[in-house]
């Protein structure tokens, strides 16, 4: 049988095996990179698959019908991503990102977010669950996923033109559907919701004022838009420094309209700029990876849907905690584990490509979002 070859994004590539440090780890848990950043938040991708193919992020010509998707019996299983959040919690992580792929494609997901729900941090506190979706689901699943003791929704919506969004989506999904999880998750009290547009220029450009009218005069403050500008993520989107609308162009095109006030930050290690609008009807955020790198307080960790740690969303090769996990390796060992790999961490690309000193992956080729969750 001849070899079968290997596709220009093998997402399955390049994952570290990790080796277990005979020391433990500091007895308060608390951990700290090369840079001083804290472990905070710990994003959990669920699946690799996606019903939708934005250009931005699986484009329908690489992610097509051919394309291999991960076998379940590769998937961590619920009991294996709990334990491995408990751990993690142990070491100071205090919120929960559940992402994909769309997670909401990962059957019975209201049963991890109940496992999920059930831990608590060294001090009694419940952590902070949330959840990243196309919202393509989310109308019939928003009630159980609370239920279940998800806190918070982000979707991703980036337009209200139908035709537009159509074509950003590459299935022809409408805004309307859209729509109606968002208004599910809020009757379901996931709330307050966050709405995430990823803009580029001359693509989507011109939905940014309708996108800020909408959820301004019809949510009542109860849905926070941030705008994402378009970044070189993974190797298959296509990115170009040219569609990058910068967030500075942004805010002056939306205050000729609608004056802002800044917020101060919500939380330690926060991506997004946070802005009022002067007459208090709600806020807006603008996440400028590109234009104004935050990797100084970058507090982020991401768990791959096959059990591999990426301590950047740029990384171009992750620690392997499924063999650890599989291999009978103890608490104690993953523990030291993943102190060993954060203790070591010195990621800051966007920081370097800013000033010009990225260095392309070694193997020509970074981890796509898809993968890893955004």
Request: aromatic content about 6%.
């Amino acid at each position: 049988m001849a070899e079968r070859s290997i596709p220009l994004v093998d997402l399955r590539a390049r994952a570290l095996p990790m080796r277990v440090p005979p020391q433990a780890l500091p007895a308060n848990g608390l951990l700290a990179d090369r840079r001083g950043r804290p472990l905070h938040d710990l994003r959990i991708s669920v699946t690799d698959r996606c019903n939708f193919r934005c250009s931005y992020c699986m484009p329908k010509e690489v992610f097509d019908k051919h394309h291999e998707f991960l076998p379940h019996g590769e998937l961590l299983s619920f009991e294996e991503i709990t334990r491995t959040a408990r751990l993690f919690v142990a070491q100071g992580v205090r919120k929960l990102r559940l992402t994909g792929g769309e997670p909401l494609l990962r059957k019975n997901l209201e049963v991890l977010v109940g496992m999920l729900a059930a831990l608590r941090t060294a001090d009694g506190e419940p952590l902070d669950i949330t959840l990243t979706t196309n919202a393509s689901l989310l109308a019939r699943k928003a009630a159980a996923l609370q239920a279940a003791g998800l806190r918070r929704v982000t979707v991703s919506l980036d337009a209200l033109d139908d035709a537009v969004f159509k074509r950003m989506n590459d299935v022809d999904f409408p805004v309307a559907e859209v729509l109606r999880g968002i208004d599910a998750a809020l009757a379901a009290g996931l709330a307050p919701l966050k709405v995430n547009m990823v803009v580029k220029r001359g693509t989507n450009d011109h939905q940014v004022l309708p996108m800020a009218r909408h959820f301004r005069e019809h949510y009542d403050g109860q849905v926070a838009l941030r705008f994402i500008e378009y970044m070189d993520v993974g190797a298959t989107n296509g990115w170009r420094m040219d569609e990058v609308l910068p967030s500075q162009e942004l805010r002056a095109l939306i205050e000729r309209e609608l004056p802002l006030v800044p917020l101060a930050a919500s939380a330690p290690g926060e991506t997004a700029q946070r802005f009022g609008y002067r007459d208090g009807r709600g806020e807006i955020g603008f996440i400028s990876s590109v234009t104004q790198a935050f990797c100084g307080d970058c507090n982020r960790a991401r768990l791959s849907t096959e059990g591999r740690l990426y301590l950047c969303l740029f990384a171009s090769h992750g620690h392997d905690l499924r063999a650890l996990l599989r291999g009978g390796a103890s608490d104690a060992e993953i523990e030291a584990a993943i102190g060993a790999v954060w203790s070591g961490r010195d990621d800051r690309y966007s920081e370097l490509r800013g000033s010009g000193q990225a260095a392309p992956a070694a193997s020509g080729r970074r981890v796509e979002m898809s993968y890893i969750g955004g």
